[in-house]
């Protein structure tokens, strides 16, 4: 039993140091390469010109054999450097000098120390304002904080900057700093070799930091592998955008961009009686991209690929990529990958976002992707007064539904822009046939006429019916050709039936029928919740090679629910027109008769 003198002296504090060390480890970086990402803002908030990361491999006994694994990472950088005071703090938790400082890519205080022992259990930093000579040093040691044999960062101590890491440097500036990780964890990092992770690092950085390395203010060099034999590349540009050329990717899109500029938005918005912009821009794949892949699914292209891993809303805050925000996309279809949005916001607005103090997420606006603002509503409220409310509330959700909505808007739009353009290429020249349900439609339709013809159904179609025509033709994104082939064979009567997926005015309206003289089109709505659900369920952009069987059932289970739910919204309209209900009856089963006869191969008609 312990006595009063013993509880005393015990540790009261409310977080135990070596339990916080650990809880502090476990902070949520999803790699290696976001750690490193945390040190490259530090060294772009010091004004570093240049920043090269080093990863140093040793051969390793593992089990019976000897492999080559990381044991050392160093970030080097040719910034500002650090007084002793300032290197104190910038390896305290939470603190630093750039607290609430809302004027570039820092201000939370935990990048430094969190970053490095999420990886390592153990970091150093040399950093100098007068030649390397005369560097400070100091360091944190995840076990002897955990053995409490030490309660405070060390004191900075005089310490020139180390032969070893100087012979792998590029150089050293007059000013700078060097971080080194140390006791890596094997369980902690992610790649365990220095080829992996520099290129995925390398992958990374080219799109968080993509601004500062297309205007030339940062240069970030990667060294790796064993000493004496390291090897050197530096960060490409990564842009999820595409409006920049990228030296990773083949001809031409290595000098001109892969996608074109579609639109710029800019969204207001006013906390605490201020306004702040939020800019939104949009890009979408140039038709180049099908061109070059000719016959191909252009998804199978090294370009296709890429940008297969640059799905998703890119969110900037202070010219920094936060994260790539994939929860606006639709998981399984892959034109996902053919847009871009970027969203930026400046760093006043980190609470409205929900800004993580990590820097890899904004949780407020990525809730805001798979939120109906009718969810919220009370009552009959309108969106108007549902952000009003909320922001009355204080929730940061009112103040951002607006510009959720907007990007939701858009990128449907792009999405139809997509699926128009993929039809464009791919389907022109072989509409009918190869699957196309018009020619077995216009059979059925030929062997109708012999016995129920349409009134005034021999009549051609006027001048005015064929322009119109063409152009619910180009609308569908049929080729030229095509279209043409299409339009003499109405003309010539041959086509009886033709089916057009088109825009129209309203959302409530799933299909209308329009007459061209003996000739007819029956026109999809695209804008119908059903249009994508039923009728486009596998589209002609699709790359079915790259869907699981899993997502290709998700697709036919979400079609045939679809279905069924669009008879009973049928039935409803029967159920509430009681007087009507014979008319209805008639009509369902004339239809139904119809029906069968069209899809059945030997179907006929009840005497």
């Known amino acids: ?43 772009v908030q010091a004004n570093a010109k240049s920043i090269e990361i080093i990863c140093i ?48 890519i820092g201000r939370f205080g935990m990048g430094l120390p969190n970053a490095s022992i999420s990886q390592a259990a153990r970091v150093d930093v040399w950093t100098w304002q007068n030649g390397p000579d005369n560097a400070l040093h100091s360091f944190l040691d995840v076990d002897e904080i955990r053995r409490r044999q030490r309660r405070e960062v060390p004191a900075p101590q005089p310490s020139p900057v180390p032969a070893e890491w100087r012979n792998r440097a590029e150089g050293l500036g007059s000013s700078g700093t060097l971080v080194v990780w140390s006791k890596l964890g094997a369980d902690r990092m992610t790649w365990k070799g220095a080829k992996a992770t520099l290129r995925n690092t390398g992958w990374l950085l080219g799109r968080i930091h993509r601004r500062f390395i297309h205007d030339k203010s940062l240069n970030i060099n990667l060294v790796g592998g064993e000493d004496g034999a390291l090897e050197k590349s530096h960060v490409t540009i990564n842009d999820p955008m595409y409006l920049l050329p990228a030296p990773t990717l083949p001809a031409p899109f290595n000098s001109e961009p892969m996608f074109e500029h579609v639109l710029d938005e800019p969204i207001s918005v006013e906390v605490n009686g201020k306004v702040f912009e939020v800019r939104t821009s949009y890009s979408v794949a140039k038709q180049t991209t099908l061109e070059l892949a000719g016959t191909a699914n252009r998804g199978d292209t090294k370009y296709g ?29 892959p034109r996902d990958r053919w847009w871009g949005c970027e969203v930026e916001f400046p760093a006043d607005l980190d609470e409205i976002f929900g800004v993580t103090n990590n820097k890899q997420a904004a949780t407020v606006f990525n809730e805001l992707s798979a939120l109906d603002w009718r969810e919220l509503a009370e009552g009959e409220e309108t969106l108007p007064e549902v952000i009003m409310r909320l922001c009355e509330e204080g929730d940061p959700k009112g103040v951002l539904l607006h510009l959720s909505e907007a990007i939701k808007r858009n990128l449907r739009a792009l999405r139809e822009k997509i699926k128009v353009q993929g039809k464009g290429s791919r389907r022109a020249g072989k509409r009918h046939g190869d699957g196309d349900p018009t020619e077995d439609t216009n059979e059925k339709w030929k062997e109708r006429d012999k016995t129920h013809p349409i009134p ?46 088109k825009t129209l005015g309203s959302s409530g309206e799933l299909f209308t029928v329009v007459s061209r003289g003996h000739a007819t089109e029956v026109v999809f709505n695209r804008r119908h919740p059903a249009f994508e659900m039923i009728f486009d369920t596998v589209s002609a952009d699709d790359d079915l090679d790259s869907l699981s069987s899993t997502e290709l059932q998700d697709r036919l289970l979400k079609a045939s629910r679809a279905v069924r739910v669009m008879f009973a919204a049928w039935a409803r309209m029967e159920r509430e027109d009681p007087p009507n209900l014979s008319r209805y009856e008639r009509v369902r089963e004339a239809w139904g008769k119809l029906a069968r006869d069209f899809l059945e191969p030997g179907g006929g008609e009840d005497a």
């Open 1 to 43: 039993m312990n006595t009063e003198t013993e509880i005393d002296q015990e540790d009261a504090s409310f977080i135990p140091p070596d339990l916080a060390i650990q809880a502090m480890r476990d902070n949520g970086y999803k790699n290696t390469a976001y750690a490193l990402a945390e040190l490259i803002d530090n060294s």
């Open 57 to 104: 491999e040793e051969v390793q006994q593992i089990k019976e054999r000897q492999r080559k694994r990381l044991s050392r990472i160093a970030v080097l950088d040719d910034g500002d450097g650090m007084s002793g005071p300032v290197l104190r703090k910038a390896l305290q938790f939470g603190n630093g000098t750039r607290l609430n400082d809302r004027s570039g």
């Open 305 to 333: 690929k890429d940008a297969a891993e640059n799905i998703g809303v890119s969110v900037m805050r202070a010219g920094r990529e936060l994260m790539l925000d994939r929860s606006w996309t639709i998981q399984y279809d």
């Open 456 to 501: 005034d159904g021999e009549q051609p179609p006027t001048p005015e019916d064929v322009e119109d025509i063409s152009e619910d033709l180009k609308e569908d994104g049929i080729g030229e050709q095509a279209a043409d082939e299409i339009v003499a064979r109405i003309v010539s009567g041959d086509l009886k039936v033709l089916f057009i997926d």
